[in-house]
């Protein structure tokens, strides 16, 4: 194996462990930052050893173990505790140390996994949403400080600050590393699932920049979801974000043509619709309903979802059934952007007239004021109507709205083709 063919798959595997390695050390440690420090060094330890030595059959464990060496000389130089040094070096000398009996994991934690306390730490309220979303990415999908700064279209410097500034916060706050329980469960685990609720939307409808989505936050988001539901399997909300996560990825190759513009849900390509994602959304969404979990905002966003993904046509498609979702959705969760979306649903199911009051009565709403989406349905609603000069207007406030490119650039094209629009039949 090649040099430049070692350095791939040490990225490779430090993708699919890392996050694991760091959650093993932050629990002997009680420290993510150094924790993270410590996996930081086994990985340059690998890239300066296994180009010479090979990759090991187990590169999970050599890189624990590399790591433990190491917080053990930390530990030795600073001379920190020693029942906690002790604590390390039985764990190195016990090699099956880690494989408590099920009984004992019960009663120390209900859950018993290192990764899901990372997840809660990562994602703890003490930190501002920013700092829970560079963290998270950064802990639990192994990204880089650059690739995060990328994806967020913000400098590599302000990503690297909200990562130090988030782990100074953790200690100084004394977070303990544990999933909470009783009551304090449900808020935290609200926390976790808008981390990667919010990274799945940025990744599938980008707040700003020239591309419309960012397909590989969309992947990081389905991926943390899918480890969640694996160490919570009977959270019913847990179940309904990765259902709506999986039903709205199934659209991601259908939302943008060759030049990447954007494609509108109605006039999509249906054939292009990724079903096998599609039908594991679906099994998911029966879940959380098995689970209790019908009415949980995720769940109830993933059947809206569900009733796209089930339209063989855009005609196919139970607009009354979305309609009334969503107003079951905007008392569960209520929300200005949830009546604008049922305001397109009742306009489907209803007509554009009925829709356009709902909108329009949106228009003071202070959530509302630099949303581009809101005159951008109203400009839709107009046009079908046959109010063109009108509609030509919202959409020109949209497209000043809109931070995407693209978002832009279809509204300024919409506003153009206003002089041609018919009224809806």
Excluded at 288 to 302: D, H, I, T, V
Excluded at 340 to 369: C, F, H, S
């Amino acid at each position: 194996m090649s040099v430049t063919e070692t350095h791939r798959t040490i990225d490779a595997v430090w993708r699919i462990e890392s996050a694991r390695l760091i959650a093993g050390l932050a629990r002997m440690l009680r420290d993510v930052g150094l924790a993270e420090e410590l996996a930081q060094d086994a990985l340059v330890v690998a890239l300066e050893q296994w180009p010479q030595t090979g990759v090991p059959d187990n590169p999970g464990a050599w890189l624990m173990t590399t790591a433990k060496h190491r917080a053990i000389d930390r530990l030795r130089r600073s001379k920190l505790l020693e029942r906690k040094h002790a604590e390390l070096m039985h764990e190195l000398e016990m090699e099956q140390e880690q494989q408590v009996s099920a009984a004992e994991t019960a009663l120390d934690d209900p859950i018993g996994d290192d990764l899901l306390r990372l997840i809660f730490t990562a994602c703890h309220p003490v930190l501002t949403i920013e700092a829970r979303v560079a963290l998270t990415l950064r802990l639990l999908g192994g990204l880089t400080t650059d690739e995060i700064a990328r994806a967020f279209l913000v400098s590599e410097s302000t990503i690297a600050q909200r990562i130090v500034r988030a782990k100074r916060s953790l200690a100084k706050a004394q977070v303990p590393f544990e999933v909470p329980r009783g009551e304090e469960l449900a808020e935290r685990l609200s926390s976790v699932l808008g981390v990667i609720y919010l990274v799945f939307n940025e990744g599938y409808s980008a707040t700003a920049g020239d591309d419309l989505m960012r397909p590989a936050l969309c992947e990081d988001a389905l991926r943390l979801g899918r480890v969640l539901v694996g160490l919570m399997p009977q959270a019913s909300e847990v179940h309904g974000l990765v259902a709506l996560m999986e039903i709205q990825a199934s659209r991601v190759h259908s939302r943008v043509n060759a030049a990447g513009e954007p494609i509108l849900l109605l006039d999509q390509n249906r054939a292009q619709w990724d079903r096998l994602l599609i039908r594991r959304g679906l099994a998911a969404l029966d879940h959380a309903e098995k689970l209790g979990g019908a009415l949980g905002p995720y769940a109830l966003q993933a059947a809206i979802a569900a009733c796209h993904a089930r339209a063989l046509t855009a005609e196919d498609t139970d607009w009354n059934r979305i309609a009334t979702l969503y107003g079951v959705l905007v008392r569960v969760m209520p929300s200005p952007i949830v009546e604008l979306n049922r305001a397109v649903a009742v306009a489907m199911a209803a007509g554009p007239a009925a829709g356009l009051v709902l909108a329009d009565a949106l228009t003071n709403e202070p959530a509302l004021a630099h949303y581009h989406l809101l005159p951008a349905v109203r400009g839709d609603l107009l046009v079908k109507l046959g109010r063109a000069d009108e509609a030509r207007t919202a959409f020109e406030h949209a497209a000043a709205l809109a931070q995407n490119t693209r978002e832009r650039e279809l509204m300024l094209g919409r506003a153009r083709a206003c002089g041609n629009a018919a009224p809806f039949p």
